[in-house]
């Protein structure tokens, strides 16, 4: 069998887990694979060399044969994975070393005992849509992937930018605001959650259009089926303006048209067997604490 193994940081404090964690992958007799760059990481915060690694890169990939990449990190960590594995299908385990953690779900403290039952396949998978973007410009050229949002903001201005939305190429709306989201269900719990976006179902096959601190009151959060084209075109002050794709930004100029749509393939995140979206949720957003519910 073979695993990757990604992240992007190392902290002091998980020392004594990575190295249980990748003695444990050994006794399995598993060929391990680590990105280049987390290599150097654990090299230069614990000193933990191993000649058995092997290493791949972004350009590289992973082998098509890889049963499961392991990230350790939060969220962002595994938004960053993705432009990795893209389409090979290579199930994502998230183990969470960071803060909020709604994609990156096994915590740090259980990852030991879950081990064995994630590589037994004893586990559950739940798939994610992507968003596909493009520009209508060949002149910049950026992953086209996004497992969260996509955002346009405005960019070395403080006025606000109007965004003229096309779904199917039909005119929906010009949205005057600092900037526009287009969420996935995955997402929705990210950005467009603060700025008054509707939390969704993970399986649900829908899009969200989520403004920026919109410029007139009555423009709200709208949702619409995953299987529409949504064309956005943007006028500012600037010449210039921000696209970012997850956690990865872009610098775009005026006259680049964005053309979003659904991804033909999806991201595999595993769960533990007794993974609950709905406890998760309710942890994470700290619901349950009123004195009334005690």
Known sequence: MKVGIYGQVVKTEDKELLQLFFQKLEEEEIE???????????????????????????????????????TFGGDGTILSAITFIKDSNIPIVGVNTGRLGFLATLQKT????????????????????LLEVRSSSESHKFSPY?????????????????????????????????????????????????CGGPIIYPKADIFVLTPVSPHNL???PLILKD????????NSRSDKYSLSLDSRYNIM???????IKKADFKINIVKYKNYSYFRNLREKLHWGIDSRNW
């Open 32 to 70: 391990i694979h680590v990105c280049d760059t987390y290599i150097k990481e654990l090299q230069k915060v614990l000193g933990y060399k191993n000649s058995n690694f092997f290493s791949f890169t972004k350009k590289k990939g992973l082998p098509k044969d890889t049963r499961l990449l392991f």
């Open 110 to 129: 259980e990852i030991l005992h879950e081990l064995p039952r994630i590589l037994n396949g004893e586990c559950n998978i739940s798939e994610r849509s």
């Open 227 to 234: 299987d529409v084209v949504i064309k956005l075109k943007i």
């Open 253 to 259: 100029d005026i006259d680049d048209e964005i053309v």
């Open 146 to 194: 996004a497992i969260n949002e996509a955002v346009v903001m405005r960019k070395e201005t403080t006025s606000m930018i109007t965004v003229d939305t096309f779904v199917n190429d039909v005119f929906l709306n010009t949205f005057w605001a600092d900037g526009l989201i287009v969420s996935t269900p995955t997402g929705s719990t990210g950005y467009s959650l603060s």
């Open 218 to 220: 009555n423009v709200r």
